[in-house]
């Protein structure tokens, strides 16, 4: 069985920096790509940034410049830093990733809540 495990949301104030963190664990699989998703209250989940294997890079318009979406494949472990954090972008942030086990999936974590108050 594979598992996301995310950590790093908060709550910051506008303009301030988190770093949120997940982690594939589990026993013989493999990761493809991964990415970030946020859920705010009433909205549909969107893509916010993801990344390849390679760690070629993809970006939401609303946060690029401001986020950096990174990998250790090593570890098995994406990352993203926010930076210049806004109101709007409070939201639940999902990990994603395509997981080999005995076949291709697509495997969510459980979700961190990110909010940008002062």
């Known amino acids: 069985q594979v598992q996301l495990v995310e950590h790093g949301g908060g709550m910051v104030q506008p303009g301030g920096s988190l770093r949120l963190s997940c982690a594939a664990s589990?026993?013989?699989?493999?990761?493809?790509?991964m990415a970030w998703f946020r859920q705010a209250p009433g909205k549909q989940r969107e893509l916010v940034a993801s990344?390849?294997?390679?760690?070629?890079?993809d970006y939401s318009p609303s946060v690029q410049g401001r986020f950096t979406i990174s990998r250790d494949n090593a570890k098995n472990t994406v990352y993203l830093q926010m930076n210049s954090l806004k109101p709007e972008d409070t939201a639940v942030y999902y990990c994603?990733?395509?997981?080999?086990?005995?076949?291709?999936?697509?495997?969510w974590g459980q979700g961190t809540q990110v909010t940008v108050s002062s």
């Open positions: 589990g026993s013989k699989f493999s990761v493809s790509s």
């Open positions: 990344i390849t294997r390679a760690s070629n890079t």
């Open positions: 994603n990733a395509r997981i080999f086990v005995r076949n291709w999936q697509t495997y």
